[in-house]
């Protein structure tokens, strides 16, 4: 069983009610303990560009009748589509080799069993789309959610996973030329809604052939609007909250974490909030620690009249961005796209879509100076 998290150190945000503490103090996540992990390798200096992707694909909330919703997130959903494992997942996998990508974040690919959905398993969602990749040469980065328990309270992650990484295997890897597993690990995130907790995935990857090496932080942040109250009871600021999950993040991977602070960083995935207010956003969070948005520095863009989510409407809204990836400033980032899950017009959702996300990706020039 893993070893309990230690809680990632809060951010002080006004309006936020949060445990405080002092950068690096106590609150610091031990990252990759117990993994065999080594130190930062001399060939995180060389250079090396990578198609990055985020795609929330939907596996858990995107479901085709309102009973399915019911019995696996314990209400109705919103978008109904496909079952997941026939072929919807073989789809969004498809969708991801199209598109050429050597890494990709994925979100929502199943939740952990929770005391009311005692027959749901992540597992049922992650295995269909790996399996898919798999035939696509696409292999899954370590996410190491078996065990995991809450840094202080101890109770173990029943919801909040989801969040894989893939990359293409003839390129990349996540273990080093020995075959050792890169730094990789969980951090939790307190002041997300899921009353058993959220966590953020990432990895240290590996190109092949000139050994240069690079993080990929999968992501997804809270959803809830201001003012909503959760689970738990609690009401806040939930842009506040994606501020303060944000930037303790990228602290802890750019600035504590003696595995990832050297290294180039892309930070990936569904943010949940397209506006840049000052400490109320994860664009501001992360422009607070010297990252950009590569949408914003790409040398050209491709699908930018669509918003990220789709919400399973036909046509297409067109807009805002609430799926980010966000590099160092400086960074060479030759393209930005976002491919479209439809362009017709009119037609059932269940036919026409994938997800209730469209899938955006950046073709990036990572270096040692990038992070």
């Known amino acids: 069983m893993r070893p309990?998290?230690?809680?990632?150190?809060?951010?002080?945000?006004?309006?936020?009610?949060?445990?405080?503490?002092?950068?690096?103090?106590?609150?610091?996540?031990?990252?990759?303990?117990?993994?065999?992990?080594?130190?930062?390798?001399?060939?995180?200096?060389?250079?090396?560009?990578?198609?990055?992707?985020?795609?929330?694909?939907?596996?858990?909330?995107?479901?085709p009748t309102k009973e399915e919703c019911e019995r696996v997130i314990g209400r109705d959903c919103a978008t109904k589509l496909r079952p997941w494992a026939e072929g919807r997942a073989a789809d969004v996998a498809q969708d991801i080799d199209e598109a050429g990508l050597g890494v990709v974040a994925t979100q929502e690919i199943g939740n952990n069993a929770t005391p009311t959905q005692t027959g749901v398993d992540v597992e049922s969602f992650r295995v269909p789309l790996t399996a898919a990749l798999k035939e696509h040469g696409y292999a899954e980065a370590p996410a190491d959610y078996a065990g995991t328990r809450h840094p202080e309270k101890?109770?173990?992650?029943?919801?909040?996973?989801?969040?894989?990484?893939?990359?293409?295997?003839?390129?990349?890897?996540?273990?080093?030329?020995?075959?050792?597993?890169?730094?990789?690990?969980?951090?939790?995130l307190p002041d997300s809604t899921e009353i058993y907790g959220k966590t953020m995935t990432w990895n240290v990857l590996r190109e092949k052939k000139s050994g240069a090496r690079f993080v990929v932080v999968d992501m997804h942040l809270e959803y809830r609007k201001n003012g909503a109250t959760d689970p738990n009871g609690w009401t806040k600021n939930w842009d506040e909250v994606r501020y303060a999950d944000a930037r303790r993040t990228a602290e802890e991977l750019t600035l504590r974490n003696r595995h990832t602070r050297n290294l180039p960083v892309v930070f990936a995935g569904d943010m949940?909030?397209?506006?840049?207010?000052?400490?109320?956003?994860?664009?501001?969070?992360?422009?607070?620690?010297?990252?950009?948005?590569s949408h914003d520095i790409a040398e050209r863009r491709t699908g930018d009249e669509y918003a990220s989510f789709n919400g399973g409407k036909i046509p297409l809204p067109l807009g805002e961005?609430?799926?980010?990836?966000?590099?160092?400033?400086?960074?060479?980032?030759?393209?930005?796209?976002?491919?479209?899950?439809?362009?017709?017009?009119?037609?059932?959702?269940?036919?026409?879509?994938?997800?209730?996300?469209?899938?955006?990706?950046?073709?990036?020039?990572?270096?040692?100076?990038?992070?």
């Open 4 to 63: 309990r998290l230690r809680a990632i150190s809060p951010v002080v945000v006004p309006g936020v009610a949060i445990a405080l503490a002092l950068l690096g103090g106590p609150g610091a996540v031990a990252a990759g303990q117990g993994q065999g992990h080594e130190a930062p390798h001399a060939a995180s200096a060389r250079t090396v560009e990578v198609r990055v992707g985020t795609y929330n694909v939907c596996g858990h909330g995107c479901l």
């Open 154 to 188: 101890g109770y173990p992650l029943k919801s909040g996973a989801g969040r894989f990484t893939y990359y293409d295997a003839e390129r990349y890897s996540h273990l080093d030329k020995r075959g050792r597993e890169l730094p990789h690990d969980l951090l939790w």
């Open 272 to 293: 949940n909030s397209g506006n840049d207010a000052e400490g109320a956003s994860a664009i501001d969070a992360f422009g607070d620690l010297g990252y950009v948005s």
């Open 321 to 371: 961005k609430i799926d980010h990836l966000f590099v160092g400033k400086g960074t060479e980032v030759s393209e930005w796209v976002q491919i479209p899950q439809t362009t017709e017009t009119e037609g059932p959702q269940a036919e026409l879509l994938r997800s209730d996300h469209n899938l955006s990706y950046a073709t990036v020039r990572l270096m040692k100076g990038n992070r």
